[in-house]
């Protein structure tokens, strides 16, 4: 039996407008972030505003998503912990890490949230691709993993494994926010302080501490080229106003 090729693509309509592509520098306070996504969020469900994707860094923080439990969280007083209105878990923000925040309205696309993710996955494993690190998704874990063959393995005899990538977002009226992170150079250990979107017995790995010396700037290029091709065309966009 002929295997049917899965459709990771979600393109906008026809005569869409290219989603705009913001880059800010320096480190963002996640309150910021949060109050810009708000915004564009409405703007963008209204008509009044084209897509966006926003590239940020944080500072170091937690945040805590809708399926949050509190004993996951195990260093409350290590860095800042921000409630937010994403799906999944805890998860660690900081200096290293690209964080893409993703405004996309699907209703021009397909009203599909777990093609959306999906999608999201795509955009990362290309990502990862284009850096030569096999990306691979899991059914029963969300986000982007990569094996770890130099390690011993997990208790039940299946390889070692690290997350990479992780993915969080929220809709409003079909449109989306938050988004991805792709650690490319944080800090490991300050992961330590929770247990990064409830999934123990794993741990987290970046590009860098998989030996490659790639730059943001890197990732970067990378990344756009990759939701280009899952997601359409793009366009530079000043910086936050």
Known sequence: MERREINFLMHADPGSPPVRWRLSEGLVPYPQALSVM?????????????????????????????????????????????????????????????????????????????AFVAAIEETIIKTLDSINVRGERREDRVGVWVRRPERPPLPDGTPAEDKIAAIGIRLRHWVSFHGLSINVEPELEHFGGIVPCGIAGYGVTSLVDLGLPVTMEDVDICLRKAFEEVFGETVIASETA
């Open 38 to 114: 708000e915004r564009e969020v409405d703007l963008i469900a209204r008509g009044e505003a084209d897509e966006l994707v926003w590239l940020v860094e944080h500072p170091p923080l937690y945040t805590a998503g809708t399926s949050a439990v509190r004993q996951d969280l195990l260093a409350p007083d290590r860095f800042p912990v921000y409630e937010t209105g994403r799906g999944g878990e805890y998860t660690y923000h900081g200096p290293g890490q690209r964080v893409a925040y993703l405004m996309l309205d699907l209703k021009r696309r397909r009203r599909d949230v777990r």
